[in-house]
Protein backbone atom coordinates (compact mmCIF):
# COMPACT_ATOMS: atom_id res chain seq x y z
CA UNK A 1 0.00 0.00 0.00
CA UNK A 2 1.48 2.94 -1.15
CA UNK A 3 2.00 5.97 0.94
CA UNK A 4 0.90 9.33 0.13
CA UNK A 5 2.48 10.42 -2.96
CA UNK A 6 2.81 14.38 -3.27
CA UNK A 7 4.27 16.13 -6.48
CA UNK A 8 6.19 17.34 -7.54
CA UNK A 9 8.93 17.24 -4.83
CA UNK A 10 10.38 20.91 -5.68
CA UNK A 11 8.73 23.77 -7.87
CA UNK A 12 10.18 27.01 -8.45
CA UNK A 13 7.79 29.63 -10.26
CA UNK A 14 8.75 33.12 -11.36
CA UNK A 15 6.37 35.87 -9.27
CA UNK A 16 3.44 35.75 -10.96
CA UNK A 17 3.00 32.26 -12.07
CA UNK A 18 0.63 29.33 -11.71
CA UNK A 19 1.43 26.51 -9.10
CA UNK A 20 -0.14 23.54 -8.98
CA UNK A 21 0.47 20.90 -6.14
CA UNK A 22 -0.82 17.16 -6.63
CA UNK A 23 -1.82 14.71 -3.85
CA UNK A 24 -3.15 11.15 -4.17
CA UNK A 25 -4.42 9.70 -0.54
CA UNK A 26 -3.22 6.49 0.60
CA UNK A 27 -5.98 4.05 -0.85
CA UNK A 28 -9.00 3.73 0.97
CA UNK A 29 -8.36 6.97 2.35
CA UNK A 30 -10.97 9.71 0.80
CA UNK A 31 -10.06 12.76 3.53
CA UNK A 32 -7.24 14.96 2.22
CA UNK A 33 -5.94 17.93 4.56
CA UNK A 34 -3.58 20.16 3.43
CA UNK A 35 -0.99 22.51 5.30
CA UNK A 36 2.28 25.06 4.36
CA UNK A 37 5.25 24.95 6.87
CA UNK A 38 6.73 27.76 7.05
CA UNK A 39 10.37 28.24 7.53
CA UNK A 40 11.31 27.72 11.53
CA UNK A 41 7.27 27.55 11.68
CA UNK A 42 4.75 24.32 12.26
CA UNK A 43 2.24 23.14 9.88
CA UNK A 44 -0.78 25.59 9.58
CA UNK A 45 -3.94 23.71 8.80
CA UNK A 46 -5.18 25.23 5.08
CA UNK A 47 -8.26 22.88 3.94
CA UNK A 48 -10.12 19.67 4.13
CA UNK A 49 -11.53 18.27 1.76
CA UNK A 50 -13.64 14.60 0.57
CA UNK A 51 -14.44 13.45 -2.31
CA UNK A 52 -15.60 16.45 -5.08
CA UNK A 53 -16.43 18.76 -1.78
CA UNK A 54 -14.54 21.38 0.31
CA UNK A 55 -15.59 20.66 3.80
CA UNK A 56 -13.26 23.10 5.94
CA UNK A 57 -11.53 25.97 4.45
CA UNK A 58 -11.08 28.52 6.82
CA UNK A 59 -7.04 27.92 6.74
CA UNK A 60 -7.01 29.31 3.17
CA UNK A 61 -5.59 32.53 2.08
CA UNK A 62 -9.07 34.39 0.80
CA UNK A 63 -7.65 35.24 -2.80
CA UNK A 64 -5.39 33.12 -5.26
CA UNK A 65 -5.90 30.46 -3.28
CA UNK A 66 -7.92 27.02 -4.06
CA UNK A 67 -8.03 23.49 -4.07
CA UNK A 68 -10.05 20.23 -5.41
CA UNK A 69 -10.68 17.00 -4.32
CA UNK A 70 -12.18 15.57 -7.76
CA UNK A 71 -14.05 12.37 -8.25
CA UNK A 72 -11.33 10.67 -10.17
CA UNK A 73 -7.55 11.96 -9.52
CA UNK A 74 -5.46 13.86 -6.92
CA UNK A 75 -6.27 16.50 -5.03
CA UNK A 76 -4.77 19.86 -6.28
CA UNK A 77 -3.82 22.89 -4.35
CA UNK A 78 -3.85 25.69 -7.03
CA UNK A 79 -1.90 28.89 -6.24
CA UNK A 80 -2.46 31.84 -8.93
CA UNK A 81 -0.02 34.59 -9.63
CA UNK A 82 2.84 33.70 -7.14
CA UNK A 83 4.29 35.91 -4.92
CA UNK A 84 7.54 35.60 -2.65
CA UNK A 85 5.78 34.97 0.39
CA UNK A 86 4.00 31.75 -0.91
CA UNK A 87 7.39 30.28 -0.42
CA UNK A 88 7.46 27.34 1.94
CA UNK A 89 6.70 23.38 2.03
CA UNK A 90 3.10 22.51 1.46
CA UNK A 91 2.07 18.87 2.57
CA UNK A 92 -0.69 16.60 2.32
CA UNK A 93 -2.49 14.16 4.68
CA UNK A 94 -5.17 11.72 4.41
CA UNK A 95 -7.59 9.52 6.23
CA UNK A 96 -9.63 6.83 5.80
CA UNK A 97 -13.49 7.78 7.58
CA UNK A 98 -13.83 8.24 11.27
CA UNK A 99 -10.32 8.10 11.82
CA UNK A 100 -7.98 10.56 13.61
CA UNK A 101 -4.86 9.37 12.31
CA UNK A 102 -3.28 11.05 9.52
CA UNK A 103 -0.77 10.17 7.26
CA UNK A 104 1.21 12.74 5.60
CA UNK A 105 3.08 13.08 2.19
CA UNK A 106 6.61 14.20 1.39
CA UNK A 107 5.41 17.64 0.72
CA UNK A 108 6.39 19.86 -2.25
CA UNK A 109 8.93 22.77 -1.69
CA UNK A 110 7.40 25.33 -4.02
CA UNK A 111 10.01 28.31 -4.29
CA UNK A 112 8.44 31.68 -5.46
CA UNK A 113 11.81 33.35 -7.53
CA UNK B 1 -3.32 33.39 18.20
CA UNK B 2 -1.06 30.53 18.93
CA UNK B 3 -3.58 27.53 20.41
CA UNK B 4 -0.98 25.08 21.08
CA UNK B 5 2.67 26.38 22.36
CA UNK B 6 5.68 24.24 22.07
CA UNK B 7 8.81 24.48 23.92
CA UNK B 8 11.70 24.32 24.07
CA UNK B 9 12.53 25.28 20.39
CA UNK B 10 15.42 23.02 20.42
CA UNK B 11 17.06 20.70 22.43
CA UNK B 12 20.47 18.88 22.69
CA UNK B 13 20.95 15.46 24.69
CA UNK B 14 23.49 13.11 25.48
CA UNK B 15 22.93 9.53 24.02
CA UNK B 16 21.33 7.65 26.45
CA UNK B 17 19.44 10.64 28.11
CA UNK B 18 16.09 11.50 28.60
CA UNK B 19 14.46 13.94 26.01
CA UNK B 20 11.55 15.97 27.14
CA UNK B 21 9.18 18.57 25.00
CA UNK B 22 6.91 20.59 26.77
CA UNK B 23 3.35 21.54 24.95
CA UNK B 24 0.18 23.39 26.17
CA UNK B 25 -3.05 23.75 24.59
CA UNK B 26 -5.76 26.67 24.87
CA UNK B 27 -8.78 25.34 23.33
CA UNK B 28 -10.73 23.03 25.92
CA UNK B 29 -12.55 21.21 23.08
CA UNK B 30 -9.18 19.64 21.97
CA UNK B 31 -9.71 15.66 23.11
CA UNK B 32 -6.66 14.33 20.35
CA UNK B 33 -3.21 14.84 21.21
CA UNK B 34 -0.71 13.65 18.82
CA UNK B 35 2.80 13.77 18.40
CA UNK B 36 4.60 13.53 14.89
CA UNK B 37 8.36 13.25 13.83
CA UNK B 38 9.99 14.66 11.10
CA UNK B 39 13.18 14.26 9.20
CA UNK B 40 14.66 16.93 7.22
CA UNK B 41 12.93 16.71 4.00
CA UNK B 42 10.06 14.57 5.10
CA UNK B 43 6.82 14.92 5.97
CA UNK B 44 5.66 14.11 9.39
CA UNK B 45 5.40 10.92 10.79
CA UNK B 46 3.17 9.97 13.54
CA UNK B 47 4.97 9.06 16.70
CA UNK B 48 2.59 8.75 19.47
CA UNK B 49 -0.86 9.86 20.52
CA UNK B 50 -3.05 10.47 23.59
CA UNK B 51 -6.67 11.21 24.51
CA UNK B 52 -7.45 12.81 27.65
CA UNK B 53 -8.95 10.19 29.57
CA UNK B 54 -5.99 9.07 30.31
CA UNK B 55 -2.79 10.35 31.83
CA UNK B 56 0.03 8.57 30.11
CA UNK B 57 0.72 6.59 27.33
CA UNK B 58 4.20 4.56 26.53
CA UNK B 59 4.87 2.82 23.77
CA UNK B 60 8.75 1.49 23.70
CA UNK B 61 10.91 4.60 24.38
CA UNK B 62 8.30 7.33 23.95
CA UNK B 63 5.88 8.20 26.51
CA UNK B 64 3.37 10.92 26.35
CA UNK B 65 2.28 12.63 29.89
CA UNK B 66 -0.97 14.18 30.20
CA UNK B 67 -2.15 16.64 32.29
CA UNK B 68 -5.84 17.68 31.45
CA UNK B 69 -6.46 20.56 34.44
CA UNK B 70 -3.14 22.27 33.28
CA UNK B 71 -4.25 22.04 29.40
CA UNK B 72 -0.66 20.79 29.12
CA UNK B 73 1.16 17.42 27.77
CA UNK B 74 4.16 16.32 27.29
CA UNK B 75 6.56 13.51 25.60
CA UNK B 76 9.76 11.62 27.07
CA UNK B 77 12.18 10.13 24.60
CA UNK B 78 13.69 8.12 27.22
CA UNK B 79 17.17 6.38 26.54
CA UNK B 80 17.76 9.17 23.24
CA UNK B 81 19.55 7.68 20.26
CA UNK B 82 21.55 9.82 17.84
CA UNK B 83 19.04 8.29 15.09
CA UNK B 84 15.90 10.25 17.28
CA UNK B 85 17.83 13.26 16.45
CA UNK B 86 14.92 15.10 14.57
CA UNK B 87 11.89 18.21 14.80
CA UNK B 88 8.85 16.93 17.08
CA UNK B 89 5.75 18.43 16.57
CA UNK B 90 2.88 18.10 19.12
CA UNK B 91 -0.73 18.61 17.77
CA UNK B 92 -4.64 18.59 18.68
CA UNK B 93 -8.00 18.23 17.16
CA UNK B 94 -11.30 17.83 18.02
CA UNK B 95 -12.84 14.25 16.92
CA UNK B 96 -16.31 16.02 16.59
CA UNK B 97 -17.98 14.89 13.39
CA UNK B 98 -15.84 13.65 10.48
CA UNK B 99 -13.02 17.17 10.50
CA UNK B 100 -9.87 16.16 12.34
CA UNK B 101 -7.59 19.31 11.31
CA UNK B 102 -4.61 19.53 13.29
CA UNK B 103 -3.32 22.38 14.99
CA UNK B 104 0.29 22.20 15.77
CA UNK B 105 3.09 23.80 18.00
CA UNK B 106 5.82 25.07 16.28
CA UNK B 107 8.41 22.30 16.53
CA UNK B 108 11.30 21.21 18.74
CA UNK B 109 14.23 20.21 16.91
CA UNK B 110 15.96 17.70 18.75
CA UNK B 111 19.69 16.44 18.94
CA UNK B 112 21.00 13.91 20.21
CA UNK B 113 24.89 13.79 20.34
CA UNK B 114 27.13 10.17 20.41
Known amino acids: NAGVMQNPRHLVRRRGQEARLRCSPMKGHSHVYWYRQLPEEGLKFMVY????????ESGMPKERFSAEFPKEGPSILRIQQVVRGDSAAYFC???????????FGQGTRLTVV | QQQVKQSPQSLIVQKGGISIINCAYENTAFDYFPWYQQFPGKGPALLIA?????SEKKEGRFTISFNKSAKQFSLHIMDSQPGDSATYFC?????????????FGKGTLLTVNP
Open chain 1, 93 to 103: ASSPPGSTEAF
Open chain 2, 91 to 103: AASIRGGSNYKLT
Open chain 1, 49 to 56: LQKENIID
Open chain 2, 50 to 54: IRPDV
